[in-house]
């Protein structure tokens, strides 16, 4: 080599035209399985998310539902109530007898003449709030708070929200 010119000389062969001859798949080892299982875990994790917005939403709006009814409760029949400072002794299991709504409680308290009772106590990981109406015989319980310790839709609280007013 002399100079800055580089020659090459000679013909160059053509072995192969360049193209693909044919085509085939080569499957992916456990591709499909991945595949499945990415599916599941992905539908497993929306399905959790889900139910964790329904209990913190529906424990949120429970215990707002529950507030609103016990300061409309206690406001409304404040000259009727008793606020306890300490726990209500209760008589024996045999003589409670729960009623389903503070109305039928201030019933029984008009037919008896007697005062309601309010205690507010910690059950659980809930408050609960007591209302009780002592006869000689009886003792007569409303609980609010307890009546929602089972899951309950939102739509069906704010259905039972609008029943109570």
């Known amino acids: ?21 044919a085509t085939r798949q080569e499957p992916v080892p456990y591709f499909e399985e991945a595949r499945t ?35 409309r409760i206690l406001k409304q029949h404040q000259d009727r109530i008793v606020k306890c400072a300490e726990a209500i002794p209760s008589p024996g299991q045999g003589n409670i007898l729960e009623v389903a709504s503070f109305d039928d409680l201030l019933k029984i308290a008009d037919e008896l003449g007697k005062p309601i009772f309010y205690q507010s106590g910690q059950k659980e990981e809930n408050y609960e709030h007591t209302f009780s109406v002592f006869s000689e015989q009886h003792t007569y319980r409303y609980t ?5 310790s089972s899951p309950m839709s939102v739509l069906s609280q704010k259905h039972m929200l609008r029943q109570s007013h």
């Not at 609010?144 to 929602?148: D, P």
Request: hydrophobic share 45%; aromatic share 10%; glycine share 14%.
């Open 1 to 21: 080599l002399s100079g800055n010119v580089f020659t090459v000389g000679g013909s160059l062969e053509d072995s192969r035209t360049g193209g693909i001859p």
């Open 37 to 71: 299982g990415f599916a599941l875990l992905s539908s497993l994790l929306v399905l959790f998310l889900l139910i964790f917005i329904q209990v913190t939403v529906g424990r949120e709006e429970r215990n707002n539902f529950i507030k609103k009814k016990l300061s």
């Open 144 to 148: 609010l708070g307890e009546v929602f």
